[in-house]
Nanobody, 122 residues
């Protein structure tokens, strides 16, 4: 089982990034894909998740209206599109696969990727 997160980088405030999470080794369309982030000195925070078959989406209040998550089950890949980025979005972003549509509790996620750094400067 492997999850590979990519697409991070450095942008100015107001900029955009599109992350990717590519999975292998399990039935991708049966799993919820969640995105979490952790900034230095802060606890890990749930950002968004998308359900497997029907693509139901959930967002943290802090990113609602700015981030959009989608998935391509044929490519076993999920994509959070992050627009209007702010300095407080700076963090390492992790993707994870689980069976519960939840972002408030990361313990429900079984598989985790290695993280990709997003840095937003003002």
């Amino acid at each position: 089982v492997q999850l590979q997160a990519s697409g991070g980088g450095s942008v100015r405030s107001g900029g955009s990034l599109r992350l990717s999470c590519t999975a292998s080794g399990f039935k991708f369309d049966r799993y919820v894909i969640g995105w979490f982030r952790q900034a230095p000195g802060k606890e890990r925070e749930g950002v968004s998740c998308i359900s497997g078959a029907f693509g139901r989406t959930y967002y943290a209040d802090s990113v609602k209206g700015r981030f959009t998550i989608s998935r391509d089950n044929a490519r076993s890949t999920a994509y959070p599109q992050m627009n209007d980025l702010r300095p407080d979005d700076t963090a390492v972003y992790y993707c994870a696969a689980g069976t519960i549509e939840i972002i408030s509790d990361s313990s429900w996620y079984d598989y985790w990727g290695q993280g990709t750094q997003v840095t937003v400067s003002s």
